[in-house]
């Protein structure tokens, strides 16, 4: 195993000094000024902890926090399963395997706010491809500028569509790293595919999909380019997550406080969360 | 338990295979009565796996038929031939502990629970795995797991034949000896047809009554371990099994009498066919060391513990030759005598001489 | 064909639909695209692809974006290599807590660092460079090549290191020598990685550029803002930012499956 030696430090420094100068500075800032008030001219009033409980108890944030939390909570429970489903369904070797992850990959290289704005021509009425198949082909009313739940389908299914392919690749790294002599002792005992997936497959991704899991809360619970360029966060504040959220207090309004104090909300929250995944991940690693 | 016949098996991984070389594994017919013990016996590649796997119905043969006892199983699926078979490194299900581990092929196949803990009770006392049987899996040292993978076949009491890939590939070498006087043990108590395919010549002449020996997808001979030791049917064989190998050495043959370096040579019976490379073949064990017979010079003695084994030159050829007593010294002059009855002639690489009566 | 292959063959379908649309889209001109859908362009034309590389805002935009991620990549994987390898090899104080700091950025959401951001580089005098959204972008990037690197490490036995010493290397010879070439896998994966997050990631870039070193992506949204709906110009725009994400996944195709689960399985 790894031996004690605390010229660990000295390789680390590096990454510590560039690491430190983007996170402790601004995090400092932004304490700062969730603690302060401010009415331009650089002129700062101490505030105490006043934003922190106006943002806890604001309607706004709560609405926002909610509609975010679900928004986390659908498409994981889409993608997860979907993701396995396809991963199990996928060729093992031969020439397909490298164009199937090739293309599966491929969305997720695409800039965020261009996927934005691809589903937002893509969902246009008459002009865009699913507009013109939902409104003039199927005869669905279907306008996600007015209509705020065809807008939260249009937003999930946009990013099920972008971050799914994270989760079958994750989950078909576990599968072919299992050896064919445990598919033939599951043959030869009579397993049924059940048996098959519940104590083969599943054991043997469970370290993927646990990294699949903490990736994809992460990134949909800090989501921000990709739903705004999208609906820019309507109709209404009907698809206005947190990040919208923020931004807009931030940038829009410039209420400097309120906004850091709601980062740092944000934040924690996220960093709980994250926290948790970390210590289930880790402690496997030791047991 | 079943007999099992291998009846004109041929296997081709290619869809049409144009000649020999294109299969994998080439003509086999045998029959393996009920309750033996064989071996599978190769360098690796040989496809002797290949054959395994067409015993255990993971591969369906390009030709030939499968039958255990009298049933065409050539077609059957694996779950459906009541085989089992342990792999070369443990499978074992990691999330179960040892005794669901036993307890799965059973349940599987809808067996009711009393029966199952009777049957797991059992197994798991022969295999002296009973303190261990609520403990996860995923926990056990390789052999126990091998045990364990090997409990999930015994623990059907229909099954056909138990079938061994290499099972000792990752067991520490002081327990290697350990596990398979266990095998050899199992054997005899359950009395199950067991197939153990192995490159290892020590681990397929303790365990097997007969065994396979197979080179590049053919089989060279079928015979007990003394039959492949004394009448070797291929210089393969003769060279694969003994240590060392049979010596091998160019030669012309006529007759009962083989000449070798200019000197005549006594065979075990006279010569077969005409044609093709002849070559004389005698296992070290056969030279002996003495005052008559073909003049040599010693190049090389070497001690193995038990006897010396010396390198001696005849002409431009070096063989091989044992003694268990004092020996000369390197550089020394003697002569070497073949035993005629263990003398035989090889004509492209099979046997050539009739066995002396 | 077996028959659960349908599945792969509707998802990627599925993934591909949007991206047809938008190529084709690219190919039409604007009378057609404003006329109603349509599967094939009917008037084939590359006047939108002649458009932007005439007109130097737009393909500085993809000049500017280029640098950026370069230099963020090679950076990140420089930083990176020291740190995943002691972390991989050696206990030292504080190292978990270290490891799950520099987890926790990647973690943090951008939208937070947006203001901070803005502020921290126009004080350094680094607004509108390139070098502040690679920096930038190190948040991000760096703990996650720091961990792929280190999944990567921890399969190569230590017993390496130990014989390339009693051999008589010294560490950086070793390190360059005989180590690099065995994760090398490791290191493209972690580059991709961090060419991918840097590409594609636009909240930052656009926050700390206003013109020299404004992206591709941030030079459309203002076309569709300033100049009404040119959609073939936006579609063609579109298109070309897919191009260099799918040239670089091309280069580590075979890795890609190992690559995603950060050398874990």
């Known amino acids: 195993m790894r031996t004690v030696n605390q010229r660990g430090w000295f390789f680390v420094l590096p990454v510590l000094i560039l690491v430190a100068f983007n996170a402790l500075m601004p995090i400092m800032t932004v304490v700062n000024y969730s603690v302060q008030e401010t009415f331009g001219n650089n002129v700062f009033f101490w505030q105490g902890l006043d934003w922190f409980e106006q943002i806890l108890r604001s309607d706004r944030f709560q609405a926002a926090l909610g509609r975010q939390f679900l928004f986390t909570a659908i498409i994981l429970a889409i993608e997860v399963p979907l993701g396995i489903v396809i991963a199990l369904s996928m060729p093992r070797k031969g020439i397909w395997v490298p164009v199937c992850l090739v293309l599966m990959a491929l969305p997720m290289l695409i800039p965020w706010n261009v996927v934005g704005q691809m589903w937002n021509i893509f969902t246009l009425p008459k002009v865009g491809m699913l507009g013109y198949f939902m409104n003039d082909v199927l005869g669905v009313n279907y306008d996600m500028t007015q209509d705020p739940l065809a807008a939260w389908i249009t937003v999930v299914v946009m990013d099920v569509w972008h971050w799914t392919s994270l989760v079958v690749l994750l989950a078909y790294a576990g599968l072919v790293s299992i050896p064919d002599a445990y598919y033939h002792a599951a043959k030869i005992d009579g397993a049924s595919s059940w048996s098959v997936f519940r104590y083969i497959q599943l054991p043997k991704m469970k370290t993927v999909l646990t990294i699949a899991i903490l990736l994809r809360f992460i990134d949909s619970f800090n989501i921000y380019t990709e739903p705004f360029t999208l609906t820019g966060g309507g109709p209404g504040n009907s698809t206005t997550l947190l990040s919208i959220d923020l931004v807009k207090i931030a940038l829009g309004q410039f209420d400097l406080g309120p906004a850091a104090a709601m980062s740092l909300i944000y934040f924690a929250i996220t960093l709980m969360v994250s926290w948790l995944f970390y210590t289930l991940m880790t402690k496997d690693d030791a047991g | ?357 | 064909m077996r028959k659960r292959s349908i599945i792969p063959i509707l998802y990627i379908a599925f993934l591909m639909t949007p991206i047809y649309f938008l190529v084709s889209m690219s190919f039409k001109t604007t009378n057609e695209i404003l006329a109603g859908f349509s599967l094939f362009p009917e008037t084939f034309t590359l006047n939108s692809y002649r458009a932007i590389f005439t007109d130097p805002t737009w393909y500085w935009g993809y000049i500017n974006s280029i640098i950026y991620v370069t230099l963020n990549t090679i950076l990140s994987v420089a930083v990176a290599l020291p740190a995943a390898y002691a972390f991989s090899r050696y206990r030292f104080l504080g190292d978990r807590q270290l490891f799950f700091w520099l987890l926790t950025n990647r973690m943090a959401p951008a939208a937070v660092f947006a203001l901070p951001f803005f502020q921290l580089y126009s004080s350094v005098q680094l607004f509108d460079t390139h070098i502040a959204v690679a920096l930038a972008h190190t948040l991000f990037n760096v703990p996650l090549a720091v961990w792929i690197l280190e999944g990567f490490m921890r399969g190569i036995p230590k017993e390496l290191d130990e014989t390339a010493y009693v051999d008589g290397y010294s560490f950086p010879r070793f390190f360059m020598k005989i180590f690099l070439p065995n994760i090398k896998a490791g290191v493209g994966v972690a580059a991709f990685f961090c060419f991918m997050f840097s590409w594609v990631e636009m909240l930052l870039a656009k926050t700390l550029t206003a013109v020299e070193a404004k992206p591709i992506a941030a030079v459309m949204t203002r076309t569709a803002s300033s100049a009404g709906y040119e959609l073939g110009l936006l579609a063609a725009a579109g298109t070309l930012t897919i191009i260099p994400g799918a040239i670089v996944i091309w280069f580590v195709r075979n890795y890609i499956a190992r690559g995603f689960a950060m050398g874990r399985v």
């Open chain 2, 1 to 357: 338990m079943a007999r099992i016949t291998l009846s004109k098996l041929r296997h081709s991984y290619y869809p049409d295979p144009k000649g020999p070389d294109d299969y994998a594994l080439k003509e086999i017919d045998v029959t393996w009565r009920n309750g033996g013990a064989y071996a599978l016996l190769g360098p690796s590649g040989c496809g002797k796996s290949t054959l395994l796997n067409i015993i255990s119905g993971l591969l369906t043969p390009s030709e030939g038929r499968v039958l255990f006892d009298d049933n065409d199983v050539t077609d059957l699926p694996p779950d459906r031939r009541n085989i089992a078979q342990v792999f070369q490194f443990p499978v074992i299900y990691d999330t179960m502990t040892v005794r669901q581990n036993l307890a799965f092929p059973l349940k599987n196949r809808g067996v009711d629970e009393a029966r199952i803990a009777e049957r797991v009770a059992e197994i798991a006392e022969m295999l002296e795995v009973v303190p261990m049987l609520d403990t996860k899996a995923a926990n056990l040292s390789p052999d126990n797991k091998q045990k364990i993978s090997m409990g999930r076949g015994l623990v059907r009491d229909d099954v056909n034949v138990v079938m061994f890939d290499e099972p000792l590939t990752v067991i520490d070498p002081h327990l290697k000896w350990k596990l398979r006087s266990k095998l050899k043990e199992l054997h005899q108590r359950v009395r199950a047809t067991m197939i153990y395919v192995t490159h290892d010549q020590t681990e397929a002449l303790t365990f097997a009554d007969e065994v396979v020996v197979m080179q590049e997808g053919e089989v060279v001979q079928i015979g007990t371990p003394v039959e492949l030791f004394e009448r070797p049917q291929h210089t393969f064989v003769g060279h694969f099994i003994g240590s060392p190998g049979m010596n091998i050495l160019p030669c012309e043959a006529a007759g009962d009498r083989a000449r070798f370096q200019g000197h005549e040579i006594a065979l075990e019976g006279p010569v077969t066919g005409s044609g093709g490379t002849t070559v004389l073949g005698i296992r070290p064990e056969y030279v002996g060391i003495g005052d008559t017979g073909i003049p040599a010079q010693v190049t090389k003695v070497s001690d193995v513990g038990r006897h010396y084994v010396i390198d001696a030159q005849v002409g431009d050829m070096t063989l091989k030759a044992v003694s268990e007593e004092a020996v000369p010294e390197k550089g020394a002059s003697v002569h070497l005598a073949f035993r005629p009855e263990q003398t035989r002639v090889y004509r492209d690489g099979w046997i050539a001489t009739e066995a002396r009566r």
